[in-house]
């Protein structure tokens, strides 16, 4: 499938639907200009922005339409999140997701509403440890690797007791940056407010498939730039994409793209088909395991693809290897979700 076409989806009803999500993405991500100028920033993103976005309905589009949100499916999601990852929008639309999600399931309408209407940034704190998939329901523990942490508005904590809320105002928080030009947050306990009982893993395994279609559109979109270097850039009197050598290393990307992409349409399909549970994870995991890994190699080669230029801040294509780099872990790696996949589907041999 060309890159054009994007995530395929299943019915016509879909079809339509993921088309007007598209077009309004890509309208909302082609500024790379933008994304420079907020890179190492204070939040890293723009809260106009990041506003705009919530009341275009992108942050409600999985959230069930009696919560208020529009009730769309994977596809519907994933097709969202490959646009965002074309322009490397850094506004945290899954992270904000994530926690819809959640206070969707607990209830909570007041600050969901809020979290919908791009009022305030909800980010779900949910990890306490590197090298896990299981979330943190310990209330005293520290929670780490909380994405754009710094632009939050509030923080939501899964535990024993429930989903717990704590207003950024009143966080213990640290923030470091990250290779892209945002930040992740380490959270030490707080006086967390409770607002219901809500199961974190089916909702994060829906932000980790929205990852992986991030990642996903920026290999394309890589990928895009970089043929077009090659089929511009001369040497020795000739156009360099001539040249064997990197048209079999173009392949090479090609086909890392195409099998990313059939691993997200796969698990988005068979979620929105009624997978649940260790079947919806298994897919979940292979997408993202292949995401995390061919992200990072279609990074890299890109970069190496582009010549020197390649290497330097200003040209483009790299920016999409420091956002591999940054969220090919988040939400699990590849290694983890490899782990997990091969528990979860032991009779397969590769994800």
Not at 40 to 51: C, L, N, P, Q, S
Not at 119 to 139: C, F, I, K, M, N
């Amino acid at each position: 499938m060309s890159s054009a076409a994007g995530i395929a989806p299943y019915n016509e009803d879909q079809a339509e639907s993921a088309r007007m999500i598209r077009e309004s993405a890509a309208g909302h991500a082609s500024d790379i200009a933008r994304i420079r100028a907020l890179r190492f920033t204070t939040h890293g993103f723009a809260a106009d922005a990041y506003r705009e976005m919530a009341e275009l309905g992108w942050i409600g589009l999985a959230v069930p339409e009696a919560a208020g949100g529009s009730g769309l499916g994977m596809i519907e999601l994933v097709t969202l999140a490959e646009e965002l990852g074309r322009g490397l929008v850094p506004e945290p639309i899954i992270p904000a997701t994530l926690s819809a999600l959640l206070l969707a399931e607990a209830g909570e309408t007041e600050l969901l509403g809020q979290l919908l209407a791009g009022e305030a940034v909800v980010l779900t704190a949910w990890q306490d440890r590197a090298g896990t998939l299981t979330p943190s329901l310990d209330a005293g523990a520290t929670r780490r690797f909380i994405p754009m942490a710094a632009g939050a508005t509030h923080f939501l904590v899964p535990t024993t007791a429930g989903l717990g809320v704590l207003p950024a105002a009143e966080a213990d928080l640290v923030t470091e940056p990250t290779n892209d030009g945002g930040n992740l947050g380490t959270l030490r306990p707080g006086a967390y407010r409770s607002v219901g009982q809500a199961n974190p893993g089916p909702a994060l395994d829906k932000a980790a498939l929205a990852t992986a279609a991030y990642l996903l559109g920026g290999m394309e979109a890589a990928f895009a730039m970089t043929l077009a270097y090659l089929n511009t850039r001369q040497q020795f009197g000739k156009i360099i994409g001539t040249f064997q050598a990197l048209q079999h290393k173009a392949v090479d990307v090609k086909v890392q793209i195409a099998l990313t992409r059939a691993s997200v349409e796969a698990a988005a399909a068979g979620i929105d088909n009624g997978a649940t549970g260790d079947a919806a994870s298994a897919l979940v995991s292979r997408a993202k395991a292949r995401a995390s890994e061919a992200s990072m190699t279609v990074g890299q080669m890109c970069v190496q693809l582009s010549g020197g230029i390649g290497y330097t801040d200003d040209y483009d294509v790299g920016l999409y290897l420091r956002k591999a780099m940054t969220l090919a872990p988040l939400f699990g790696g590849a290694a983890l979700h490899r782990a997990r996949f091969m528990k979860l589907s032991p009779e397969t041999e590769d994800a």
